[in-house]
């Protein structure tokens, strides 16, 4: 079971990046898989969601409007297109297993009645 995010790198601000995670040994039509990110100092906090079943989208409301989260069944990939980025996007960003609240913000996964899994880490670097 294993999640391999990539795309990571330094861009400046106002530029656009995207980001990968392939799944294996196990198909994200079945578990909703998303991304995460956690700045220097700061804790760890949900940028958005993708239902299994459905493919519905949930985002956090800081990337509203600038990121967006997709999927390829056939590659059993998830990928999040970042665009119009600010300095403030700098932060390792991670994709996980995902859930959401009442109000569709994302959330990570905790506990062992869960099925958790986390990818490595990203780098996405924003500056001039």
């Known amino acids: 079971l294993q999640l391999q995010a990539s795309g990571g790198g330094l861009v400046q601000p106002g530029g656009s990046l995207g980001l990968s995670c392939a799944a294996s040994g196990f198909s994200i039509e079945n578990f909703a898989v998303g991304w995460f990110r956690q700045a220097p100092g700061k804790e760890r906090e949900g940028v958005s969601c993708m239902s299994a079943t459905l493919g519905t989208t949930y985002y956090a409301d800081f990337v509203k409007g600038r990121f967006a989260i997709s999927r390829d069944t056939a590659k059993n990939t998830v990928y999040l297109q970042m665009n119009n980025l600010e300095p403030e996007d700098t932060a390792v960003y991670y994709c996980?297993?995902?859930?959401?609240?009442?109000?569709?913000?994302?959330?990570?996964?905790?506990?062992?009645?869960?099925?958790?899994?986390w990818g490595q880490g990203t780098l996405v670097t924003v500056s001039s």
């Open positions: 996980g297993t995902c859930t959401y609240s009442s109000d569709g913000t994302p959330m990570a996964l905790v506990g062992d009645e869960y099925f958790v899994v």
